[in-house]
C-alpha cells in the first residue's frame, strides 16, 4: 500500500500547482479589469471548478483503493484518470472553420471541459497563429473559402510532423475524397458534420495524448 499513499500525495501536489496556476491566472485577469478579462474569468473559474471537482473524485478512488486487494491495477487506473485531468486542464485547442456559428459552438462546448480554445476564421489566420503561438492540436475545417482547409494541412505539415501538431480535419459526410486527401498529407484523425462532441472529445483528447508520449520517448 505504499504505492498508494504516495500516490496520494503526488495527486495532492499536482493539483495544488494545477490550482495555484489558475487562481494566479484569475488574479491577472482582475487585475486587467477589461471587458475580454470578464470572459476569461468566467472560464477560469469553470475550470478552477473542474479542478476542486475532479481532485475530489481522485481522492474518493484513493480512498477506496485501500481497501482494494488488487491495488497495482487500481493504482494504474487511477494514473490514467489523473493523466486524462492534466491533459484536459493543460491543453490549448485552435479551431479554424470560416462560419462563426459553427466556431462558437465548438468553442464553447470545448471551454466547458476545461480547454483553452482559440478560433480562426481562414486558413491564413490560422497559419498566422500557429507560428506565433503554440497548440496541443487543431480542429480544421475542409471547406472554407481563400485558402481550403487541406492546403491549410498541406502547408502545417511542411513545418510540423503529425506528432508534434496533431490536426484533426471536420468535413461533411459526403466529402469521401478529401477524407481520404487529408488523411495521406498528414492528418491525423477526422469528424463528420453534424459534429457529435462525445467524437469529437475523443478523437482530441486520444490524440493530444499520443503526441505527448510520442514527445516524451523522441
Do not use: W
Request: hydrophobic fraction near 40%; charged fraction near 30%.
Amino acid at each position: 500500500m505504499g504505492s498508494i499513499a504516495q500516490l496520494e500525495k503526488d495527486v495532492h501536489s499536482d493539483y495544488r500547482q494545477i490550482l495555484l496556476d489558475l487562481i494566479i491566472g484569475i488574479c491577472e485577469v482582475e487585475h486587467r479589469g477589461v471587458l475580454d478579462g470578464v470572459v476569461d474569468r468566467a472560464i477560469s473559474d469553470m475550470r478552477l471548478s473542474i479542478a476542486y471537482s475532479d481532485e475530489a473524485d481522485l481522492c474518493r478512488q484513493l480512498k477506496a483503493m485501500r481497501a482494494s486487494d488488487d491495488s497495482d491495477s487500481s493504482e494504474n487506473e487511477l494514473r490514467l484518470v489523473a493523466e486524462d485531468f492534466r491533459t484536459v486542464l493543460s491543453s490549448k485547442l485552435l479551431i479554424v472553420d470560416d462560419v462563426a456559428l459553427n466556431r462558437d459552438l465548438l468553442s464553447r462546448r470545448f471551454q466547458r471541459r476545461g480547454f483553452e480554445v482559440v478560433e480562426a476564421p481562414s486558413g491564413r489566420a490560422a497559419l498566422d497563429l500557429i507560428e506565433s503561438q503554440g497548440f496541443d492540436l487543431v480542429l480544421l475545417d475542409v471547406v472554407m473559402p481563400d485558402m481550403d482547409g487541406l492546403e491549410v494541412l498541406k502547408r502545417i505539415r511542411g513545418r510540423h510532423s503529425s506528432g508534434s501538431l496533431p490536426v484533426i480535419m471536420v468535413t461533411g459526410k459526403s466529402e469521401g475524397q478529401d477524407i481520404a486527401t487529408a488523411l495521406a498529407h498528414g492528418a491525423n484523425d477526422y469528424i463528420t458534420k453534424p459534429v457529435d462532441f462525445s467524437v469529437a472529445l475523443a478523437c482530441v483528447e486520444a490524440q493530444i495524448q499520443q503526441s505527448r508520449a510520442d514527445k516524451k520517448t523522441s
